[in-house]
């Protein structure tokens, strides 16, 4: 006797174009950063900056722990190393004096122990991390803070930024790429849209209209 086929279920985006989600640049973290100190919150300060030092995929950044950034004798560590979870390949961030100044902060109003989620929204040990929608849901929200559509940006957004940032001011990309746990350079610039974004500016330089101003209907 055969078995029924079951029903394949429908993908979210079928039908549907989706795009790559746009990165932040420089002066819109500086914005989102410089909000996050007035509101005191410290949680999302670690939050943005740990995930632009680090280029995590979120699956890797929310499930990071106390022990995996800070020494047990107290000071928050400059360089980690975190086995990737989709790709298994073993990267090393470097983190900046900021981040390590905003986990220290974050870790120690936090009273975390060594064991504890970073990133639980909620104070008391042995939380939960937040999860992958709430996570896309605080970025969103940074995005609409600068006046943008939060449909554009996602938690692609955070781990995108940094690299473009320092592609587009001339980094090695075979750098950026080692960096990001990818298996190519060619990977490399199909994720961050480096082409796409050649043949953009590309296509807008060479307009085949003039244009008139004032244009009225008759």
Sequence with gaps: ????????????????????KRAFTLDEIAVIEARLLTEENRHDLA????????MFR????????????????????????????KTRHIVNPVLTPATRQYLLAWIEASGKKPQDYLF??????????????????????????LGHEPAEFSSHSIRRSKPAH???????IA??????????????IEYLGITQHKAEAAALRHSMMGGRQNITNR
């Design 47 to 54: 939050l943005l900056s740990f995930g632009l030092d680090t």
């Design 1 to 20: 006797m055969s078995t029924p086929l079951r029903p394949q279920k429908k993908a979210w985006n079928a039908g549907v174009i989706v795009g790559q």
């Design 120 to 145: 639980t929204r909620s104070k008391p040990t042995g939380a939960m991390p937040i999860s992958r929608p709430h996570y896309a849901e605080i970025i969103k929200t940074w995005a609409v803070w």
């Design 166 to 172: 320092m592609y587009w001011q001339g980094e090695d």
């Design 58 to 85: 979120a699956s890797d950044l929310l499930t990071t722990q106390v022990w995996q950034v800070k020494y047990p004798s107290g000071p928050i560590r400059s360089l980690i190393a975190r086995r990737q979870q």
């Design 175 to 188: 750098l950026i790429s080692r960096l990001l746990g990818h298996k190519s350079i060619a990977n490399t």
